[in-house]
Nanobody, 117 residues
Framework: QVQLVESGGGLVQAGGSLRLSCAAS???????MGWFRQAPGKEREHVAG????????YFADSVKGRFTISRDNAKNTVYLQMNSLKPEDTAVYSC???????????WGQGTQVTVSS
């Protein structure tokens, strides 16, 4: 079973940057990875995804041009680089693993990102 642990969240001013990391353990090989976020009172949003080979990525319109996703399979880690952060990016960010960027079966606990105005 795949286990996921996120890190890198915190408090940042608007316009700043953060890099989230998600460390995976267990049978990680072949899995696509994604990042989701959920703000209080809002539905969970699929923010970004990346295939196992890293050749294809997905980004929600709300973060295109500001966020990038990458992975280092040798380290079993996926990253979410978040630039030009806005207060509306405030949410709990969780990583997920699955057989495609549209279907996930494993989830981390999440890390809080707060962007102050």
């Amino acid at each position: 079973q795949v286990q996921l642990v996120e890190s890198g969240g915190g408090l940042v001013q608007a316009g700043g940057s953060l890099r989230l990391s998600c460390a995976a353990s267990g049978p990680f090989s072949g899995y696509a990875m994604g990042w989701f976020r959920q703000a209080p009172g809002k539905e969970r949003e699929h923010v970004a995804g990346i295939t196992w080979e890293g050749l294809a990525t997905y980004f929600a319109d709300s973060v295109k041009g500001r966020f990038t996703i990458s992975r280092d399979n040798a380290k079993n880690t996926v990253y979410l680089q978040m630039n030009s952060l806005k207060p509306e990016d405030t949410a709990v960010y969780s990583c997920a693993a699955g057989r495609s960027v549209w279907r996930y079966g494993y989830w981390g606990q999440g890390t809080q990102v707060t962007v102050s105005s």
